[in-house]
């Protein structure tokens, strides 16, 4: 076994995860993995990053586009298949073997995308779930999205059963439950910067680093 290690950060929209790992990431030198996973899953597949985007963190939900046979373009001039279709569960399968493929060639910090259950056989993951208070979020929100109060609830909302039922689904785990993970973390507790020092102490300690 090499010396690789990954970890996997789940989070409520609004509660800094993704910008607490991009922290981690940096500070601990590895790689990061987020919205980049659509490009690269793109490229491995050859279909359009547009696919991957409407199905981003997204449950089953059969054939996109709704219709049996309709073409589906790929990247650049290759051939167009007129009789394939393809679901979210296809789509989650090419990101599924990118997160592998990335896992296997270096240490990476994945966010989201039901990486913790994809490499749920690696022994060198750390599982974090990044919380926030309700009132911190949609601050976060207002400020990052100039969008009102009403306007923020809602879509943390949106996003918190989007996510839980994509995580559910795939891994036949509970999103955001405390025996689905390593740790779980409020971010509103300590603020960004201290989360990532405490993750990170615990990443060390449990990875043996």
């Known amino acids: 076994m090499n010396g690789n290690f990954i970890i996997n950060i789940g989070r409520q929209l609004g509660s800094g995860g993704r910008e607490i790992g991009e922290k981690l990431a940096t500070r601990m030198g590895i790689g990061f993995y987020d919205k980049e996973l659509i490009q690269l899953a793109s490229e491995e597949s050859g279909l359009c990053c547009e696919f991957f985007e409407r199905a981003d963190e997204k449950a089953s939900q059969g054939i996109i586009g709704g ?26 399968k090419v990101q599924s073997d990118v997160i592998r493929k990335l896992a296997e060639e270096k240490s990476c910090l994945f966010v989201g995308r039901c990486a913790d259950y ?35 609830e809602e879509m943390m ?28 973390i409020d971010s509103s507790v300590l603020g960004i910067d201290a989360t990532v020092d405490f993750v990170e102490e615990f990443a060390k300690r449990k990875l043996g680093i």
């Open 67 to 92: 219709l049996l046979g309709m073409r589906f373009p790929f990247v650049g001039d290759g051939a167009i298949p007129v009789t394939n279709c393809l679901s979210n569960d296809a789509l989650f």
């Open 118 to 152: 994809i490499l749920r056989d690696n022994p060198r993951c750390v599982n974090v779930f990044i919380s926030c208070s309700n009132e911190e979020r949609i601050r976060r929100l207002c400020q990052i999205h100039s969008i009102s109060e009403h306007v923020a």
């Open 157 to 184: 909302n949106k996003a918190d059963k989007k996510r839980a039922e994509y995580y559910n689904y795939y891994s036949y785990k509970k999103w955001g439950a405390a025996e689905t993970y390593h740790l779980c």
